[in-house]
């Protein structure tokens, strides 16, 4: 009933592996990427163009320009006027939308297969000739800023988690928030756009991935046709950003008018390609899903149902990003029961994997889940899409897609209990507590921090 | 994790209408029966992928819910916490490990459990077998009750920390005033606390019955397959009755003006009123001219007018939600406190005029292109087929609803439009909501 915050807020890509429809793979001349994936059920493509760019390549003091540039996009060029893009794609039937992340920016159009060569052309014009008018930068400043009141000031789950990050990181760029501070928003100018559209905005910066029912070598025809004449950029390479032993736990509390506390903590782990082991990133995968892999696992059986401590209680790990990140875990407490609570049930759930192997059921149940993932996902080719996006766009190899399962399979209990005691240590943690402010500006809570549990 | 450009509300909204249209697309072959004890069965077969999905609803909503809000939610919140011999962790444990997904769940009209499983032998025994004793026999034990009644409360408590909650709470009270449909299907704090288990059990007994339920099926299995598993699944509940009709929504006589202070550096706004129903018929006259209103996603004269033109809102939108009875047709955007008032008065004009002046042909004519050529998307993925094939069988739409549907988008006229928004909406007896503009707001 009431789920997790973390399902919310950061819709882990979960990956798996199963026989898939064939995928082709082709590179322009100007280096940019062309991945086709066969699914012929339905009579419809999907088209996503990705950018190696994204929140964690920005300097301090223009936080958010990668999304801000996402939004302008859609804000013409000299062959489209603003808004334009956005009527054709309509006027065909299409749906389009955009999303930028920490390592990536997307854009995406659906449709039915007919007009693929639709989307092309206008993704095309886009890459390299944006024209960014002042006075329509001025306008959609003002809806970013009213997104980040909308997701993140007027949402106190939202600002503790964004406080996390902000503290739990001394260098890796993911201590900022995607949608950005609110001060660098008010201090944007369309000159930091041009100049970020013209460092990143590329084809040797792109993947352009195809998904759904088209011929793979008439896609690279029009491919070729609408993105071959785009000159090359010199891409920046990015300086490594290596995060330093955190050497003791961090806290922050964050007061915010709310009803309800909410505890959100993160561990340090590796990624793949950031692996002291190859292995680990996987192991701490099934890690996460013995935690919260539905609703069998550990930590709603025990701290939702099991001792009624906690009215939600969540763990998210991606084993897929650019540098390496947080393993979350989120609860809530259930009425009667504290924030303290909730902390310490979560903290010996970490315990216990250290020091007891995972069972073999629940190892199997874990198993079982990821090759029925694997066939669920096939029902959308957005997201079979979006996992090959992902994977190129942060430097992998969308092969990985289908080596995922047989990595998990080869996952021992020991390999688990191994990376629990290696990450899920106090001296790698960071722990924010959301303490509720009062929502009418009087009305003293019983306890601060603690639960108001009358009525 | 990432932003998108415009809120996804908009695609939700997409799915509660359910709309399909085009031009040469037809639906997908929808095969129908109805069980011995009286259950209507709608399928669809889906073998290219070794997977089904059904979808049983019942009307047993929280229009059902009578004095005790929350009694359909908390009702359906307990089915897969324990039944037959199971408990919650078995029920769970026996569904996960063999990867199959169970939900259950209710809003207004509908209260429905869901199954997508891999059709193997041994996933497919037994998460069928689960979900039919989740379905004809759950125990409804008090301690499961107990801690879901105190879930639902916090749920309730984390609703009024949230602006936009609040002001969907007091949109719906006042839109609909005694009608059922007034009341939170999460219920409230007061009705939480008085529900009993007798109630439950009675709600159960009497909602979760053949005659009044649809199962709906896509997957890859083949007509007597499929008519096995519904009998299997839904074969064992009592016949019982159909629930009887709902009172029809009155419309509003006045308008009134809801404003609720809140600590949020944004304005909520909601405006509107009862829109339509399910087979009313101006439905697809409003659909359409809704789409070009504040409907048709990037696309639409509110977006143009509140966001493109003037950086007010990053989403603003309008629908109407057919329901069993007339749902509610609403405006929705969020600004900062500051700009409430220009918003508002520029939502209120851009209505205003298109329900003066009607659409322009070269907007019908776009609108009926996104509408009608965005068919074959809408149809694209077993999930999305069985929800079409549970909301025409839930609300007894013709079963040729998804091939007539493009015929019916394209029979609709720019007059049409002008004719039907006359007549069926009325800003001047509007409810308007704005939620903010509290004590220490964000900035």
Known sequence: ?455 | MGLTRKSWFLLAVLMVFGLPGAQSWAGPEIQQWTTDNGARVLFVEAPGLPMLDIRVVFDAGSARDGDSAGLASLTSGLLADGAADWNADQIADRLEAVGAELDTGSLRDMAWVSLRTLTDRQAYERSVETMRAVLVSPTFETDDLERNRKGMLTAVRIGEQKPGTVASKAFHRAVFGDHPYATPPGGTRESLESISRDQVVAFYKQHYVAENGVVAIVGALDRQQAERLAQEVVGDLPRGVKASPLQPVSELKQARRIQTQFPSSQSHILMGQPGLYRGDPDYFELYVGNHILGGGGLVSLLNEEVRENRGLSYSVYSYFSPMRRSGPFVMGAQTQNAKADEALKVMGDTLMQFIEQGPTEEQLTAARQNITGGFPLRISSNSKIVEYLSMIGFYQLPLDYLDAFTGRIDAVTVKGIHDAFLRRVHPDRFVTVVVGNGQASGE
């Open chain 1, 1 to 455: 009933m009431i789920r997790s915050i973390l399902m919310v807020v950061l819709p882990a890509v979960v990956f798996s592996a199963w026989a898939e429809g064939p995928v082709h793979e082709f590179a322009l001349d100007n280096r940019l990427k062309v991945i086709v994936k066969e699914d012929h059920r339905a009579p419809i493509v999907v088209t996503q163009v990705w950018y190696k760019v994204g929140s964690s390549y920005e300097p301090a003091g223009t936080t958010g320009v990668s999304h801000v540039l996402e939004h302008m996009m859609f804000k013409g060029t000299p062959n489209h006027p603003p808004g334009q893009f956005s009527r054709i794609i309509a006027a065909n039937g299409g749906r389009e939308n955009a999303f930028t992340g920490r390592d990536y920016t997307a854009y995406f159009q659906t449709l039915s297969r007919d007009r693929l060569e639709i989307a092309f052309e206008l993704e095309a014009d886009r890459m390299r000739h944006l024209t960014l008018p002042e006075e329509e930068f001025r306008k959609e400043i003002e809806v970013v800023k009213e997104e980040r009141r909308m997701r993140t000031e007027d949402k106190p789950t939202s600002l503790t988690y964004e406080q996390l990050l902000a503290v739990a990181y001394r260098n890796l760029p993911y201590s900022h928030p995607i949608i950005g501070w609110m001060s660098d928003l008010e201090n944007m100018s369309v000159d930091d756009l041009r100049r970020w559209y013209q460092l990143w905005y590329a084809p040797n910066n792109a993947t352009l991935v195809v998904v759904g029912d088209v011929d793979p070598a008439a896609v690279l025809k029009l491919a070729e046709k609408y993105f071959g004449p785009l000159k090359p950029e010199n891409i920046p390479a990015q300086k490594p950003r290596i995060e330093p032993p955190q050497r003791g736990e961090t806290r922050v509390s964050v007061r915010a008018p709310a009803r309800e506390p909410y505890l959100i903590m993160g561990y340090k782990t590796p990624v793949v390609g950031h692996a002291d082991q190859e292995w680990e990133p996987y192991a701490l995968d099934i890690l996460t899903s013995i935690l919260d892999g539905g609703s069998s696992a550990r930590l709603t059986r025990r701290l939702v149902r099991g001792e009624e401590i906690a009215v939600s209680a969540g763990a998210s790990y991606s084993a897929f990003a650019r540098l390496p990140g947080m393993l979350l875990m989120d609860g809530a407490p259930a009425p009667g029961h504290d924030i303290e609570e909730v902390e310490r049930a979560l903290r010996e759930e970490a315990d216990r994997l250290k020091k007891e192997p995972v069972s073999a059921e629940e190892l199997s149940r874990v198993r079982a889940q990821v090759v029925a993932g694997k066939v669920y996902e096939l029902d959308s080719v957005f997201y079979q899409a979006m996992q090959i996006g992902t994977l190129e766009t942060i430097g992998l190899d969308w092969r990985l897609i289908d080596e995922y399962a047989e990595r998990i399979k080869k996952v021992t209990p020991q390999q688990i209990s191994q990376v629990a005691q290696k990450y899920l240590t106090e001296d790698n943690l960071t722990v924010a507590v959301l303490d509720p402010l009062p929502l009418d500006g009087k009305k003293p809570l019983a306890s601060r921090g603690g639960h108001d549990g009358t009525h």
